[in-house]
Every structure is written in C-alpha cells, then in structure tokens.
C-alpha cells in the first residue's frame, strides 16, 4: 500500500504558481467501498468514482464542509471529459480497479501503461486481470530503469512482506 501511495500521489515537478498538479485514481464504486471510510478519498490526489447510478452515488456522499470527496462518473470517458474542466493540472490519471474498469481502460487508445503488481503466491480469489500482458501483441513489457523512471521508485523491484514475493511490472503500450 505505501508503494501504491508514494506512486499514485507523485507529480513529476511541483509547481510554484498557477493551478495546483495532481494525479488522478479512478475507480469502480466497489473498490470505492472497499476503501475504509476514514481512507476516503485517498489524500493528495483527484479522487473519480466510476458507478452506472451516478445521480444515486452522489446523494449517498457525505461531502464536508470543503467540498473533499470524489467526482462522480458515469463511465471512463465522461470521467477523462470531466478531467478536461478542471482547475488542477493533472498530470496522470491511475486507474485502481475494479474488474471492469480495468477491461474498459486497457481497450481506450488513451491507455499507454499499466503498472502492475504481480503476486507472488497463489490465492483463492474471484478477480482476475483480464489480459495476460506477457502474451500479449499490444503490450511490451518495460526494462526496470523504465520502471524506476515511470513510478520514480528507487526501490527493488521484488519485495517481500509476510512471506509473499511482490513484483512491479511497467508494460508499455506497443
């Protein structure tokens, strides 16, 4: 998780003046939930909500008093036009899951990189990565100093905690 903050919340060069950069997560509503409440949204970044009932989403959001919370979004295009209108300058967008969301951005031309982390062990699980990258003809996997140059991770790229092997992966679009 420390990994997943450090990358998803760093910009390439902080700006002095003018609108402030910042990345952005998209995310399905489930993986939404999934967060714990007092996590939400995840801090320092632009945080879009991906759900079919957007109208119904945006009535269950309890909004403080300075606004903070997600933008809410019908699909992965509405959240990219919804993107284009806003004050921050964003530098990357991130997308965090679910299943479907991930089907959706990998087929979007706009899509260049998937940054992956490979789990090292086997586990009884209902969700799974839809495209095998190492097969695949439109993905290339990247070199680690493309890797280290992508996330700005200095870091091995396999670690271990709790007796599991993670490893991160940058795939580039071909």
């Given at each position: 998780?420390?990994?997943?903050?450090?990358?998803?919340?760093?910009?390439?060069?902080?700006?002095?003046?003018?609108?402030?950069?910042?990345?952005?997560?998209?995310?399905?509503?489930?993986?939404?939930?999934?967060?714990?409440?007092?996590?939400?949204?995840?801090?320092?970044?632009?945080?879009?909500?991906?759900?079919?009932?957007?109208?119904?989403?945006?009535?269950?959001?309890?909004?403080?008093?300075?606004?903070?919370?997600?933008?809410?979004?019908?699909?992965?295009?509405?959240?990219?036009?919804q993107l284009e209108g806003k004050a921050e300058d964003v530098e990357r967008v991130?997308?965090?899951?679910?299943?479907?969301?991930?089907?959706?951005?990998?087929?979007?031309?706009?899509?260049?990189?998937?940054?992956?982390?490979?789990?090292?062990?086997?586990?009884?699980?209902?969700?799974?990565?839809?495209?095998?990258?190492?097969?695949?003809?439109?993905?290339?996997?990247?070199?680690?100093?493309?890797?280290?140059?992508?996330?700005?991770?200095?870091?091995?790229?396999?670690?271990?905690?709790?007796?599991?092997?993670?490893?991160?992966?940058?795939?580039?679009?071909?």
């Amino acid at each position: 998780m420390g990994y997943f903050a450090r990358v998803t919340k760093r910009i390439s060069s902080p700006q002095s003046s003018g609108p402030r950069k910042v990345n952005a997560v998209l995310m399905g509503r489930k993986t939404w939930d999934s967060i714990p409440p007092k996590f939400r949204p995840l801090k320092d970044r632009l945080n879009i909500v991906i759900t079919r009932q957007a109208s119904e989403f945006e009535a269950t959001l309890d909004r403080k008093s300075d606004g903070e919370g997600p933008m809410v979004a019908s699909g992965i295009v509405d959240a990219l036009a919804q993107l284009e209108g806003k004050a921050e300058d964003v530098e990357r967008v991130f997308v965090i899951g679910g299943a479907s969301i991930y089907r959706t951005a990998l087929e979007l031309p706009q899509t260049r990189y998937v940054l992956l982390t490979k789990i090292r062990r086997e586990f009884e699980c209902d969700t799974f990565f839809s495209v095998d990258l190492e097969e695949s003809a439109v993905w290339r996997r990247a070199g680690r100093e493309e890797l280290r140059e992508f996330t700005g991770e200095e870091g091995e790229v396999v670690v271990e905690e709790q007796g599991v092997e993670f490893e991160f992966c940058l795939y580039e679009r071909v």
